[in-house]
């Protein structure tokens, strides 16, 4: 969960310190009061497309700094600063890193949902992880039975227990019976000089 944001120089912001509450977080406000720049910095932490023209005109760099807090409890500090000219830089827990990264640390932390831009929600893992934990459902009996029958799978793909491999196998075979008979082989060391 993304619990403090820091802003400097990103379009209309010049410098903003955000600290978000537990639970469901709705930004809303006028037509410029700078709403996607807030989603923009948010994508920036966790991995999205860092572009020079984001930055506040006169600055030398953009910077959004994120406070996030796992489930577990434990801390992460992301950031991400963009330059006029040059690459972008990321940063984890003051330490530089790949935005690829920031990406992984942030995935399950943040979900943003928009008029229409929604991501996780119609991820179906996502929407039956949601229903089974809200179920209190217990998969460890089906993940182990499904660990069970692929073990049983690939034993019977050993044995030679895939249908189409086993047919391949009879045609290749019954083709080169074939090649043998019409090669009217009747002497068998006629091939030896």
């Given at each position: 969960m993304l619990s403090e944001l820091h802003i400097e120089n990103l379009g209309v912001i010049e410098e903003l310190d955000l600290v978000l509450g537990n639970g469901l977080t709705a930004l809303t406000g006028e037509t410029g009061a700078g709403k996607t720049m807030l989603v923009e910095a948010i994508e920036l932490l966790v991995g999205g497309r860092?572009?020079?023209?984001?930055?506040?005109?006169?600055?030398?760099?953009?910077?959004?700094?994120?406070?996030?807090?796992?489930?577990?409890?434990?801390?992460?500090?992301?950031?991400?600063?963009?330059?006029?000219?040059?690459?972008?830089?990321?940063?984890?827990?003051?330490?530089?890193?790949?935005?690829?990264?920031?990406?992984?640390?942030?995935g399950d932390m943040v979900d943003l949902h928009g008029q229409h831009a929604h991501q996780s929600l119609l991820s179906v893992a996502t929407q039956r992880e949601a229903l089974d934990r809200f179920g209190h459902v217990d998969l460890s009996r089906l993940r182990s039975a499904r660990a069970r029958l692929t073990e049983i799978d690939a034993s019977l793909a050993a044995l030679g227990g895939d249908e189409r491999l086993r047919a391949r196998e009879i045609d290749l075979l019954r083709f080169q019976v074939d090649e043998l008979d019409a090669a009217g082989i009747d002497d068998p060391t006629e091939d030896d000089t």
């Open positions: 860092a572009d020079s023209t984001m930055v506040r005109h006169g600055a030398g760099e953009a910077r959004v700094e994120g406070r996030f807090v796992g489930r577990d409890g434990t801390e992460r500090i992301l950031a991400r600063v963009v330059p006029t000219d040059g690459r972008s830089r990321a940063y984890v827990d003051g330490r530089l890193a790949t935005v690829g990264a920031l990406a992984e640390i942030a």
